[in-house]
Structure formats: structure tokens, C-alpha cells
């Protein structure tokens, strides 16, 4: 079982709708938590960075982790064809240096 | 551009043939590290530096992979023997130190072992 599990898609919704990413882990140790968008042939953007539980909101884009579910989330409102691209969930433990990413989510925004 | 940048962004090379690839990261920043990611997967830790010193190293990082980062500034990662297995994407992020940080990832190197 991989320490971090993220459905791979393709999901593909239509401009302006609501979209919701998750990930789940079995790592109890994982305190900080990343989404990062990736182009294709591209390397990956980091979109938002939280520490620990709760959320984070950064324009049409909010991050949320439970960590007692062990289950973490980013949404994007009103969303734009722009926004079509992969986006990997990632995490590392406090102290460690090194991420875990999930599989990616390719995500696809219809016009 | 103030990014971290790659060298070269492809490479197509016959297997057994040895490639190297270059990475430098933000001027300011102190840690680097090499991840890789093949095609539908997330990327896969490698190494880091922090300064000139590697500290970490996976298991995925076999005995023909080496990695360098001389006078702490750019990085070098080298495959002798390439095998097809090693076609991938080879992605290079860095950050400063510190308990709360982000890392900042290159355009990656396409490799690809024909």
C-alpha cells in the first residue's frame, strides 16, 4: 500500500463548477502538506502549503487537511480552462527533507 | 528568469551510454534535491543537499546514480549504464533551510533510453 493514495482521474467538469481534489495517507507523522499543479511536459508548481490541520484559502483555491482522518483536500471555485493540468498532493514528515506525492489527479475544465 | 533551471530538458541516449544532467536552484537557497517521475506517477524522492553535503539518499538511487553539488551551487546527477528502466523525468527542486519551507521545482530533464 502506498503511503499516499490519490484517485488518478481523468475527472473533467465544465467552466465555473466547483472542484474538489483529495488525498488520503497512512502516515500519522506527516505534519506538512502541499498541492502543486503540473503542465504537461512541465515540472510542478506549488499552488498551497499548509502545516498541520485546517484550512488555507488562497484566492479561488482552498486547502483543507484532517488529520485525524488522515485525509486532505484542495478546491477550486469558479473554474477556468486554465486550470486543466495535473495536480499532485504531496507531504513529508517534521524534520524529514524529503516528499511523498500521490499518483496526480488529471484534472480537464471544459469551456 | 530566477527559477530553478535544468540542463538539458531532453535527452535521448542508447542504453549502456552514461548521462549527466545539471540543475541550478535558486540563488538563495541552500537545499537541493533531486526527485524523479516517470509517466503517470507522482515523482519519487532521490537525494538532497544541503549546501555542498548530500544527507539523504533513497534506495531508488542505486549504485548508478551519483549526485553532486560542488561549492553548494548547482548539482550534478550522473547515470552510468543507462537502462531503459531509467527513462523518466528527472526533476530538480530546491529551498532554503529551516523548520517551515517550500520546494521550488525546475522544468525537469526527459530522459529517455532507447
Known amino acids: 500500500q502506498k503511503e499516499v493514495e490519490q484517485d488518478p482521474g481523468p475527472l473533467s467538469v465544465p467552466e465555473g463548477a466547483i472542484v474538489s481534489l483529495n488525498c488520503t495517507y497512512s502516515?500519522?507523522?506527516?505534519?506538512?502538506f502541499m498541492w502543486y499543479r503540473q503542465y504537461s511536459r512541465k515540472g510542478p508548481e506549488l499552488l498551497m502549503y499548509t502545516y498541520s490541520s485546517g484550512n488555507k484559502e488562497d484566492g479561488r483555491f482552498t486547502a483543507q487537511v484532517d488529520k485525524s482522518s488522515k485525509y486532505i483536500s484542495l478546491f477550486i471555485r469558479d473554474s477556468q480552462p486554465s486550470d486543466s493540468a495535473t495536480y499532485l498532493c504531496?507531504?513529508?514528515?517534521?524534520?524529514?527533507?524529503?516528499?511523498?506525492f500521490g499518483q496526480g489527479t488529471r484534472l480537464t475544465i471544459n469551456p | 528568469d530566477t527559477g530553478v533551471s535544468q540542463d538539458p530538458r531532453h535527452k535521448i541516449t542508447k542504453r549502456g551510454q552514461n548521462v549527466t544532467f545539471r540543475c541550478d536552484p535558486i540563488?538563495?537557497?541552500?537545499?537541493l534535491y533531486w526527485y524523479r517521475q516517470t509517466l503517470g506517477q507522482g515523482p519519487e524522492f532521490l537525494t538532497y543537499?544541503?549546501?555542498?553535503?548530500?544527507?539523504?539518499k533513497s534506495r531508488l538511487l542505486s549504485d548508478r546514480f551519483s549526485a553532486e553539488r560542488p561549492k553548494g551551487s548547482f548539482s550534478t546527477l550522473e547515470i552510468q549504464r543507462t537502462e531503459q528502466g531509467d527513462s523518466a523525468m528527472y526533476l530538480c527542486?530546491?529551498?532554503?533551510?529551516?523548520?517551515?519551507?517550500?520546494?521550488?521545482f525546475g522544468p525537469g530533464t526527459r530522459l529517455t533510453v532507447t
Open positions: 543537499f544541503q549546501n555542498e553535503a548530500q544527507l539523504e
Open positions: 527542486a530546491s529551498s532554503v533551510s529551516g523548520s517551515s519551507y517550500e520546494q521550488y
Open positions: 502516515n500519522s507523522a506527516f505534519q506538512y
Open positions: 540563488s538563495e537557497h541552500n537545499r
Open positions: 504531496a507531504m513529508r514528515r517534521l524534520g524529514a527533507q524529503k516528499l511523498v
